[in-house]
């Protein structure tokens, strides 16, 4: 396997939060590498620290000690405003719940992360998100309302909004979560589309079968990884779903 | 983010709740317009009372006989004798802060010409009187010194009395009319004037001689007052000092020693400058009032601000965790809700200006109160109603910046 940039390097993560007199120990020492172009899913059931550590891929939170280096840039040391501005450059999130802003239009949307980055004008902006739209096949959406459309349809245009910035890494919490079969396959296929184009996917899910798709598998427990495994046979989505019985609406 | 964007956001959060925007809107646009309408109402009664001040006399300093104290019985300040005719010419040779001066006796009684016949007053006045009360003789002449030398049988008359003692519209000019026994020639007529603010008819006057009405009609020595004019307003206060000194000299009234005090004045001074400060710090003290008033709304209007802007924060937590996440810095949340409270006040005070000019007009014409709209009024409310949304929308704001994006995202 060729080696890739290493993306997201962590070096012994830990991350303590202090509730009332006692110190929950949230991670425990994570450390681990992703290089460009990995589909990664972390893995974990609730309580195992997952929700903590993508805080730190995010940027969202600072390790308590250790060190994160996104894209080469150590994190723990950044200030808020700081963050704010590394999250505008280099990540895009996924939600479980989509979290589009309402009554807002999909090009509006997907525009979002470009209205914090002073160096896009409007004109490039819209492009960048119409093009974006275009890539997770809402083409034809492009000005519907957060509110008349699907599940399927809001979490594509949440796709878009992450791809929009060009970002060094994709990071989706449950990005499935809220989906019923059939819709999920839908979104799984458009990941696996995008992993193909060579983005970096990091997937936070506590569904296991999610892991046939990726392409490296991590599973947390107790604030510590316990495995770390490459997929060398990754199954398709795009089959899956074709396999899957036709609805009958 | 720039500020293009920012006022993009923050008008389409506003558009978004129409209805709640204009009500907490609402709140500025009665605080602004009720300041606006209120300092309108004080300040045109307060120039309305200056102006029938003014109309008055000009810079008019009144001196009147005092009251003064016989065997310890205090008298009726007309009874008093004090004021003498040496007095007038004293006053009018030495004083060098007036510009005019006129001595004022007067007395009532039934005005005849044939079957017409009216009630009205003599004024003993000098030709000064005019310049004092800011009178202009219309038709004819004023009487001259001549006159009062020779103690002439001449008067000047004001409209009223001439229409009812020439109803046909003859000209009164000319025309001989008697004051009880007396034959007065008539040699003018005084220019309308009308009512003053006190309901009283201005027209309604004779004007003589002073001598005549001491010597024929009156039998006296003493005045009845005197009127005159400082030389300009700013000087009253040091005419009145003089004048003060030369009666007092006149009087022979002792000043202050180690063992006694001064004597009393026996004559009160009056100016015209003080009648207007007295007024109008009644009329200031109004528009305080109302002012204050008005700006307790407008703080009130801000507080609804502050608590619609609050409700808005919590509301859209989850939009807040989401820019932050998309790479919004609190600075960036701070300015998109501080532009939104500003909005909401800006707009505010625009529709509150409108409206409060609109309200101080329609109280001009339907209650006929007199309002006068200060520029420095709309500046002022305008400038307030600004500062009441940052000031109001600063701690929401502040709120929302400082929100964790972590659990903002995930806050149900």
Redesign the interface.
């Given at each position: 396997m060729q080696e890739n940039k290493v993306v997201i390097e962590l070096q012994n993560v830990k991350r303590d939060f202090v509730v009332g007199e006692e110190t929950v120990h949230a991670l425990k020492g994570v450390s681990f590498k992703i290089h460009e172009g990995e589909f990664v899913t972390i893995m974990g059931k609730s309580g195992s620290g997952k929700s903590t550590l993508l805080?730190q891929l995010?940027c969202?939170?600072t390790p308590t000690s250790g060190e994160y280096l996104l894209d080469g840039v150590a994190v723990r040391t950044m200030s808020?405003?700081q963050r704010?501005?590394l999250?505008?450059?280099k990540i895009g999130?996924i939600?479980q719940s989509y979290?589009l802003?309402?009554?807002?239009t999909s090009v509006e949307n997907v525009e979002?992360?470009l209205?914090?980055?002073?160096n896009v004008g409007s004109k490039e902006r819209t492009e960048r998100a119409i093009r974006a739209l275009e890539a997770v096949g809402l083409g034809e959406r492009l000005y519907h309302k957060s509110n008349q459309m699907s599940g399927g349809q809001m979490q594509r245009v949440a796709i878009a909004?992450a791809l929009v910035?060009d970002p060094a890494v994709i990071l989706a919490d449950e990005a499935t979560g809220n989906l019923d079969t059939r819709t999920s396959f839908e979104i799984l296929v458009l990941f696996q589309k995008l992993h193909a184009e060579g983005r970096t996917i990091i997937f936070v899910t506590h569904n296991p079968d999610i892991a046939h798709y990726s392409s490296r598998n991590i599973e947390l427990r107790d604030g510590k990884v316990i495995s770390d495994t490459t997929n060398l046979n990754i199954q398709s989505a795009a089959e899956a779903l074709a396999a899957l019985p036709k609805s009958d609406d | 983010?720039?500020f293009s964007?920012l006022f993009k956001?923050a008008l389409?959060a506003v558009m978004?709740n129409k209805m709640r925007s204009f009500l907490t809107a609402l709140g500025i646009i009665i605080g602004v317009a009720s300041v606006i309408t209120m300092l309108a109402i004080g300040q045109g009664s307060k120039r309305s009372i200056q102006a029938n001040i003014a109309e008055m006399g000009s810079n008019m300093i009144m001196i009147h006989p005092g009251a003064d104290m016989r065997g310890g019985v205090r008298q009726d300040p007309s009874a008093m004798q004090t004021l003498k005719l040496a007095d007038y010419e004293a006053l009018r040779n030495e004083c060098t802060y007036i510009k005019a001066i006129s001595p004022n006796v007067t007395s009532s009684g039934q005005w005849v010409n044939g079957n017409n016949n009216t009630q009205s007053t003599i004024y003993g006045v000098s030709p000064d009187y005019l310049e004092i009360r800011q009178l202009t003789v219309e038709d004819g002449v004023m009487f001259g010194d001549a006159d009062i030398k020779s103690s002439a049988k001449v008067c000047v008359v004001g409209v009223t009395v001439a229409n009812y003692l020439f109803p046909n519209g003859e000209d009164p000019v000319g025309k001989v009319v008697r004051f009880g026994s007396i034959p007065f020639r008539i040699v003018g007529v005084l220019k309308k004037k009308g009512y003053n603010s006190m309901g009283m008819d201005q027209d309604d006057l004779v004007l003589a001689p002073y001598t005549t009405v001491m010597k024929r009609i009156l039998a006296q020595t003493w005045l009845g007052n005197i009127n005159c004019s400082a030389i300009t307003e700013d000087v009253t206060e040091k005419a009145t000092e003089e004048i003060t000194a030369i009666l007092r000299r006149n009087h022979k009234l002792k000043d202050a020693t180690d063992t006694t005090p001064a004597d009393d004045d026996d004559f009160n001074i009056r100016s015209q400058e003080e009648l207007s400060s007295m007024m109008s710090s009644t009329t200031d003290m109004l528009t305080i009032l109302l002012g204050a008033v008005a700006g307790i709304s407008l703080i009130v209007g801000g507080i609804g601000i502050m608590n619609i802007m609050y409700v808005s924060v919590t509301e859209r937590t989850?939009?807040i965790?989401?820019?932050?996440?998309?790479?919004?810095?609190?600075?960036?949340i701070l300015n998109q809700f501080l532009i939104e409270a500003i909005m909401l006040s800006v707009t505010g005070g625009i529709i509150g200006v409108l409206l409060g000019i609109g309200a101080s007009f329609a109280v001009n014409s339907i209650a006929h109160w007199p309002i006068f709209i200060q520029p420095w009024s709309i500046v002022m409310s305008f400038a307030v109603c600004t500062l009441t949304g940052v000031f109001f929308g600063w701690y929401p704001a502040k709120k929302a910046a400082l929100l964790d994006?972590?659990e903002a995202?995930r806050y149900e």
């Open positions: 805080n995010g969202l939170d808020k405003s704010a501005v999250r505008n450059r999130f939600f979290n802003l309402p009554k807002t979002l992360p209205m914090y980055n002073r909004r910035n | 983010m720039n964007n956001i389409r978004a989850r939009e965790g989401l820019r932050m996440s998309v790479g919004a810095r609190g600075i960036d994006p972590i995202i």
